[in-house]
């Protein structure tokens, strides 16, 4: 089992950074890939970015060259550094995490962003 805890979310203005974190606890031997995704109000939910244990990572196109998605597996612990943010990255984030073919996921961080 894996739990995961999110936590960095609040309210900026457009332009502006924030970073989430995610920490994963639990009995667990490894964990694979780590992600975040969002949803925003009335949209369907949103891969942002995964980041593969070895540090690969991928981003949705609304994202690249802003966003920067990191891990340190010595603390369990997937990173998503927002920069530059825009009114239509205001969602609920979560974050997501796969281990022994299972899939986990967070209870979700606001952002919101203001124009």
């Known amino acids: 089992q894996v739990q995961l805890v999110e936590s960095g979310g609040g309210n900026v203005q457009a332009g502006g950074s924030l970073r989430l974190s995610c920490a994963a606890s639990g009995s667990f031997f490894f964990i694979n890939t780590m992600a975040w995704y969002r949803q925003a109000l009335g949209k369907q939910h949103e891969l942002v970015a995964t980041i593969t244990s070895g540090g690969s990572p991928n981003y949705a196109d609304s994202v690249k060259g802003r966003f920067t998605i990191s891990r340190d597996n010595a603390k369990n612990t997937v990173y998503l550094q927002m920069n530059s943010l825009k009114p239509e990255d205001t969602a609920v984030y979560y974050c997501?995490?796969?281990?022994?073919?299972?899939?986990?996921w967070g209870q979700g961080t606001q952002v919101v962003v203001s124009s």
């Open positions: 997501n995490a796969q281990s022994a073919g299972r899939s986990y």
